[in-house]
């Protein structure tokens, strides 16, 4: 049970919501955004946030749905990770959804909550940032879509009243060799420890979560890793003296941890490219 009242606001248009948000915002109530509401129920529980208002995307259809298009796979920002999975039409994205939280919790967080909340691991952001995808934002200015990693600094950077309505995805990506790796602490379900997830095209892309306090991807780590005049070993080793710099320690694992799982989490992703 939420320990405080609040009041619901369930617009069928982007134009009403942001009417809505504006509104609420202007009566002092601190609107905010739900789709999946996993992540925000389990706060406003906690008593971590108080919104005295929450609007709920779900039924604007430009918030839902995914859908192919010549260029692009699109995929509405309240479309829940179970519906990414069963899709199976960017299968990089489809096993990442598969192995955040369990399948009660998958069929109600959705991937516009998982980008834009705020525990740190964002773990569907990883594709995009692989994939060069594009967002589309709906705000006071209307409707905009932008490179996601313009937006997309480890955690999303939204003005007030913003609201993401879709992800595209370009088409190379959904049949680009790819790769997944997820170490937890405890239960496969849990947080990771290290999440790195890669992309072959036109040498290979990795992002990483768990390993640092938000998730990222390193061109510098690429150049690295792409250099196969040097082995294997070689290659690792260099890459862990980089990111030495951003593992952190928490109660899941050390830094020196985090690390550890890293090399040789690198050096299977090295071994099966070099195997083809």
């Given at each position: 049970?939420?320990?405080?009242?609040?009041?619901?606001?369930?617009?069928?248009?982007?134009?009403?919501?942001?009417?809505?948000?504006?509104?609420?915002?202007?009566?002092?109530?601190?609107?905010?955004?739900?789709?999946?509401?996993?992540?925000?129920?389990?706060?406003?529980?906690?008593?971590?946030?108080?919104?005295?208002?929450?609007?709920?995307?779900?039924?604007?259809?430009?918030?839902?749905?995914?859908?192919?298009?010549?260029?692009?796979?699109?995929?509405?920002?309240?479309?829940?990770?179970?519906?990414?999975?069963?899709?199976?039409?960017?299968?990089?994205?489809?096993?990442?959804?598969?192995?955040?939280?369990?399948?009660?919790?998958?069929?109600?967080?959705?991937?516009?909550?998982?980008?834009?909340?705020?525990?740190?691991?964002?773990?569907?952001?990883?594709?995009?940032?692989?994939?060069?995808?594009?967002?589309?934002?709906?705000?006071?200015?209307?409707?905009?879509?932008?490179?996601?990693?313009?937006?997309?600094?480890?955690?999303?950077?939204?003005?007030?009243?913003?609201?993401?309505?879709k992800l595209h995805v370009p088409r190379w990506a959904l049949h680009a060799p790819y790769f997944h790796a997820k170490h937890t602490a405890q239960e496969k379900i849990d947080y990771p420890v290290v999440s790195m997830a890669a992309l072959v095209h036109n040498g290979l892309r990795i992002a990483f979560s768990g390993l640092a306090s938000r998730p990222f991807r390193s061109v510098r780590l690429e150049t690295i890793l792409n250099n196969t005049q040097e082995s294997v070993t070689s290659r690792v080793e260099k890459a862990a003296r980089l990111l030495q710099e951003h593992a952190y320690g928490d109660a899941e694992a050390s830094g020196a941890y985090r690390i550890f799982v890293l090399k040789n989490t690198l050096t299977s992703l090295l071994e099966e490219l070099n195997h083809g």
């Open positions: 049970m939420i320990p405080f009242n609040f009041q619901y606001c369930r617009p069928s248009t982007l134009a009403e919501a942001r009417d809505a948000f504006r509104q609420l915002q202007n009566e002092g109530k601190r609107p905010m955004y739900y789709a999946g509401g996993s992540e925000t129920i389990t706060m406003c529980r906690a008593g971590s946030i108080q919104p005295g208002a929450v609007i709920d995307i779900k039924k604007i259809p430009e918030c839902n749905g995914i859908s192919e298009h010549e260029d692009s796979l699109d995929i509405g920002a309240a479309c829940t990770l179970n519906q990414i999975k069963d899709a199976k039409l960017f299968p990089l994205l489809g096993l990442i959804c598969g192995r955040i939280a369990d399948h009660t919790n998958q069929c109600r967080i959705t991937i516009g909550g998982n980008v834009c909340g705020t525990i740190i691991y964002r773990e569907t952001s990883l594709p995009l940032m692989l994939s060069d995808a594009q967002i589309s934002i709906w705000g006071e200015e209307g409707l905009k879509t932008v490179p996601f990693q313009s937006m997309f600094c480890g955690r999303m950077e939204l003005a007030p009243g913003e609201l993401v309505t």
